[in-house]
């Protein structure tokens, strides 16, 4: 194994952003969180019934709380000089999103992951269905339609396979949706059965699963019970990806779906390498449980599961993180800014010095393209 | 690699846990009854199936070895020259979901531990059993154990109740300070809870690759609440908690406090510091990458030689043969992982017992 050389500083030409990064880079973004201006922006899209259960009980999650049970460092989460002047919160507006992010920054397509009240962790499984339309309904409304560098999710009321199917059956055939979205904390491990509705309609219509941070289980956030504070969930955020992880493989979602694609986003990445080494470990101990598998975890990993950087890994020691990438697999990598939250990662500053430019390009722009439904 | 193992302190060995009837002569009257009439004949959770392969290793599986002082020595004390080896007993107090029943228990484990193992050798030495269902109790427990210099550790699991940097547990670690315990928290689980956030996984070698998801947790609990600052010398042991996946966790821990770091005034300094002060790993298992090629990189991300202590995790499956230690650890780093570390990690163990 070699590590990448130092950039030669003529290499950093390509970091210009403005304008005339649009020559240099196509970025394409795995994380870019849209906002309702207020949830009237559902009503067009939800049958009356539901949408008066909604307006009248509101959402009810799955931890208890109408929004998140951990206060968040700043207000929605958000980057200070993301709000725009209509008033709306960060992501509501389009023309800021263009001027701030798209433009500035050169990006070529940018995957919409709408958090906030899209049905996912909603109690009332029909609650969360019609909500979950609607979500999709209004991204394809507001952003797609009218930006096609942006790409819709196709949000799915996970904890009901048979509808979160339906839902991907009811979108995919529209190109504007890019992939199919669903959160790390899900009631039940995310390889269990009772997923694998969204996983056969996702594979069957060459669409990456997108699994994102947060959401509520049902369960405290650890197996240890419910931590303090909210850097405890930012940072414990990894363990409930490498939850995913663990379940997909063991439970052999890949050798039932074995041309399905899953991507990890926002829960950085180097923790990946050391899940992949201690799995493939246990399998070794223990592949009489697990016969249904043919291959190491390692294996599995490798072929399907792609995971976003942000929020960068940041070692003192940049060689460590490097390792890590090395390690996971350069082609695994996709580049995410999470914008317009706090922990925005800057597609031109976020990764660590000394990493070749032909690997940060990969990074920003070609690996994508393998992975998400691209025009 | 050198093979000389003479002086070596093992940090994770396991005394075969005893059952209910065997702790009879070790309870009270009314617990012994208790244990009768109740039918209360095993006691045992889903974290090491009996006959997992992972549980026993075959060749100490055949011998009986972890169920016998003498043979136990035989496997490994006698076999390789170890100075001393710290039993950690597994018999699951944490489990009962009535505290008092705990308490009972976790006296007589470590009456049981004492009179069965630490008599017998004078090599050994012990972890306290904690009844954490109770911080009353837990306290009661470490100081009946203070006056007994072969006990040079207090024993939690990983996932409890809480997270164990919570308040409520402030107590246990203000006594284990003043007697100079070591805290020691062992993989395993109470099953209060699921032992992920999303629930029970299917598969056992689930359950035990989450395992490492908990230290996760407590890790970041001990930091952000404070348990560092208010207990400053305090030393905690991740025992049987792998190690591989440690670095990335506090890269995550140290970004996200820079980030709020408002919300933890009391956290003055990078998260990873405290952990680098107060915190240490036992070696066994070792998830590393295949082959001694990338060791040494792995052992640079910890960014200290005074983390790992040595442990063989007897009886259960990590390695095979004698290869104790992961190859490709250079020798400097190998003496302090097997006595170095260990002595400087357990101020009791220096103590004539």
Known sequence: MMLDAPLAPEADADQRSGPD???????????????????????????????????TYGTRRRHGMSFEPYPKSAPRACRRDAWPEDGGPPGSNLDLVRAQYLDHYGV???????????GQSEVNLDLAAAIASAANDWQREFFTRREPRLRSAIVVPYEDGAAAAGEIERCAPDPAYAQVFMLTRSSEPAGNRRYWPIYEAAARHGLPVALHVFGASGHPYTGAGWPSYYVEEGAGHSTSCQTVVTSLVIEGVFERFPSLKVVIVEGGFAWLAPLA?????????????????????SEYIREHIWVTTQPMEEPADRTHVLDMMEWIGWDRLLFSSDYPHWDFDDPFRAFPAGMAAERRKQILTGNAKAVYRLP | MSDDWTGAIDCDFHPRAPTPR?????????????????????????????????????????????????????????????????????????????????AAFARAVNDWLAAEWLAKDTRL????????????????????????????????????????????YWPVYAAAERHGFTVGIHAGSSYHHAVTGSGWPSYYLEDYAAQSLGFHTQLGSLVCEGVFVKFPRLKVVLIESGVTWLPPYLWRLSKFWRGVRNE??????????????????????????????????????????????????????????????????????????????????YPRLKRPA
Not at chain 2, 147 to 168: A, H, I, N, T, Y
């Open chain 1, 21 to 55: 990064a649009q020559s240099h880079l196509q970025i394409i973004d795995g994380d870019v969180h849209p906002a309702l201006r207020s949830l009237a922006d559902l009503k067009p899209y939800m049958p009356a019934r539901w949408w008066d259960l909604l307006a």
């Open chain 1, 108 to 118: 070529a397509f940018g995957m919409l992951g709408p958090l906030g009240v899209t």
């Open chain 1, 277 to 297: 080494w201690r799995l493939d470990k246990l399998f070794e101990r223990m592949r009489g449980e697990v016969a249904h598998l043919k291959r190491k975890p």
């Open chain 2, 22 to 102: 065997q702790l009879g002569a070790y309870l009270d009257d009314h617990w012994r009854d208790t244990v009768e009439v109740r039918g209360i004949d095993t006691w045992e959770t889903i974290a090491y199936p009996a006959n997992a392969p992972l549980t026993v290793r075959p060749d100490w599986r055949d011998s009986g070895a972890d169920a016998d002082p003498v043979k136990a020595a035989e496997a490994t004390l006698d076999r390789f020259g170890f100075a001393h080896a710290i039993c950690n007993c597994l018999f699951p107090v944490q489990a009962f979901r009535d505290e008092n029943l705990a």
């Open chain 2, 125 to 168: 030495r012990g972890s306290v059993v904690l009844p954490m269902q109770s911080t009353e109790r837990a306290v009661e427990e470490i100081e009946r154990r203070a006056g007994d210099p072969r006990f040079v550790q207090v024993l939690m699991l990983v996932f409890g109740e809480q997270p164990l940097g919570k308040s409520v």
């Open chain 2, 264 to 345: 933890v005034p009391w956290i003055d300094r990078p998260p990873e510091e405290f952990v680098r002060d107060h915190v240490r790993l036992t070696a066994q298992p070792f998830d590393g990458p295949p082959g001694a090629a990338h060791i040494g990189r792995v052992m640079d991300q910890l960014q200290s030689d005074q983390m790992l202590l040595f442990a063989t995790d007897f009886p259960h499956w990590q390695f095979d043969g004698d290869a104790m230690l992961p190859a490709g650890i250079a020798p400097d780093l190998r003496k302090k992982i097997l006595t170095d570390n260990p002595l400087a990690t």
